[in-house]
């Protein structure tokens, strides 16, 4: 008897086993599918984005540096140009990931539309009207509550004929290297997306561009970085010091320094955000 029970112990622990392996192998399974998964939304998203050699076509010199955190991105760079005006972007949406990279692409969708369609041409307005949509585009069929996707974002349109600028910094700030000076043009009070204030401000700032003026659009995983020795942040005060020494620079070389600086401070710390740096240069 005692025989007999050791027996049926003994093949109900291999069923287990054997149950267990198939569990194990579903998961597998699910597990390769949904990184591929990933990997293809990745590439569509690099698709979308444009590339490097348009913004160097654009100006008289830029780069495009751009280290997503994960395999799809929350970060997003942009640019269009529409006669003489130039407009070009760095958005950092809520998150990183999967879902950053879906407000990614649904923001980096209706900018171009806004321009073609509804023919917005301040970048105030633009980002006004963006706001709207974005909101709209993920509440308008919830039942209950609201989300609170949306972006910070730097929207700038150039005139280089003109020689004149604007921008918004919609939770953004822009940065200007003239005459080897630092110059910061302050973010706005108010993000894209879902806000507990009905009465947004997105205003449009103007000045003159001016042969040799460098500007820079950043998103904030490069200054939130944790590294160096006592493993803090590598912060606002240290990139635009950066940025002022090497902005003498040719473009191409600015961003080997910048990537070279980053993962320097990162060392064996963990990348914390995407990052991404626009570099312009009139």
């Not at 076509?57 to 955190?69: E, R, S």
């Not at 080897?180 to 000045?207: A, H």
Request: aromatic share 10%; hydrophobic share 35%.
């Amino acid at each position: 008897m005692e025989t007999l029970e050791l027996s049926q112990s003994l093949t109900q622990t291999k069923l287990d086993q054997l149950n267990l392996e198939e569990r194990l192998a579903l998961l597998e399974a699910r597990s390769n599918e949904m990184e591929e998964s990933i990997r293809y939304a990745g590439s569509l998203q690099r698709s979308i984005l444009p590339s490097e050699q348009i913004f160097k076509n654009a100006f008289a010199d830029a780069f495009v540096l751009f280290q997503p955190k994960d395999v799809v991105s929350g970060d997003f760079y942009w640019i269009f140009q529409h006669h003489d005006d130039i407009y070009f972007a760095v958005g950092d949406c809520t998150g990183h990931g999967v879902p950053g990279a879906l407000v990614n692409i649904a923001g980096n969708t209706i900018l171009r539309q806004i321009i073609r369609i509804e023919g917005l041409t301040e970048p105030g307005d633009i980002m006004r009207l963006l706001d709207q949509e974005l909101v709209s585009l993920f509440n308008e069929n919830l039942t209950e509550g609201k989300t609170r996707d949306g972006m910070d974002i730097v929207f700038c349109k150039f005139n280089l004929r003109k020689k004149t600028g604007s921008f918004c910094g919609a939770g953004r700030p822009l940065l200007l290297v003239r005459n080897n000076k630092l110059e910061e043009f302050k973010k706005g009070p108010d993000c894209i997306g879902y806000s507990s204030d009905e009465n947004k401000q997105f205003e449009t700032v103007y000045f003159d561009l001016r042969e040799g003026d460098k500007f820079y659009l950043f998103s904030d995983g490069y200054t939130d970085q944790f590294g160096g020795e006592n493993v803090k942040k590598f912060n606002r005060e240290r990139f635009r010091n950066l940025l002022l020494s090497t902005s003498e620079m040719p473009m191409d070389k600015q961003k080997k320094e910048l990537l070279f600086s980053y993962n320097n401070w990162k060392g064996k710390q963990a990348q914390i955000d995407d990052v991404c740096v626009i570099g312009v240069k009139i």
